[in-house]
């Protein structure tokens, strides 16, 4: 031989490959038979860990906000006496308002009062009564003396007490209706109980 590098087998010679060494115990036998499985196994594990982290780690959308409560989505305005066409009854007063919804789901009117005892609501449509969002409702409530000594005179601010409700709440809320209201009421009361003494 001459020259540099490795040393090669000669003609008829072989190389043999050591023999794998077998593994011991019980538990090392098993996992060399089955060493694919459980190889495949521990990968599917990993991957669905991972794949859970990442699924309960990523950012939550926020969620809706809540519709609004009822008073803050709903405008009740006065707007006038009905006609002589269709008057009141006798010691009575009937008037128009309007019931707009501005935003929100639908919001119902469960009940429409008024402070005084000597009065008496009735309205058209009769509560309860639903109202789409985006929407405006004409009612028609009349007013009924029932009682001249415990009705009012001169009411200052008269306001009528609305009972609504909506996906959210229930809320009973004050509507002042302004000074054209409580000038149409006052002249509506003093013809209602204008013979009657105090």
């Known amino acids: 031989m001459s020259g540099v590098g490795p040393v090669e087998p000669g003609e008829d010679t072989r190389v043999r490959e050591a023999p794998r060494p077998r593994p011991r ?45 009822p008073s803050q989505a709903v405008d009740l305005v006065y707007v006038t006496p009905v006609t002589a066409s269709r008057a009141a009854p006798a010691g009575g007063f009937r008037f128009t308002v309007l019931l707009s919804v501005r935003s929100g789901p639908p919001v119902t009117v469960t009940r429409l009062t008024q402070p005084y005892q000597g009065l008496s609501v009735v309205s058209s449509p009769a509560a309860p009564f639903q109202t789409k969002p985006h929407s405006v409702r004409k009612i028609i409530v009349t007013l009924r003396v029932t009682e001249c000594e415990k009705a009012p005179r001169n009411p200052g601010l008269p306001f009528l007490d609305v009972t609504l409700r909506n996906a959210r709440a229930i809320e009973a809320h004050s509507f002042i209706l302004g000074t054209r209201y409580a000038q149409d009421l006052s002249q509506a009361l003093e013809v209602a109980c204008g013979n009657d003494p105090r």
């Open 25 to 69: 115990g019980r538990l090392a036998r098993h996992y060399d038979r089955h060493r694919r499985a459980v190889l495949a196994s521990t990968a599917a594990v990993v991957v669905l860990a991972g794949g859970g982290y990442l699924c309960a780690s990523r950012p939550q959308p926020r969620p809706a906000p809540p519709p609004p409560y």
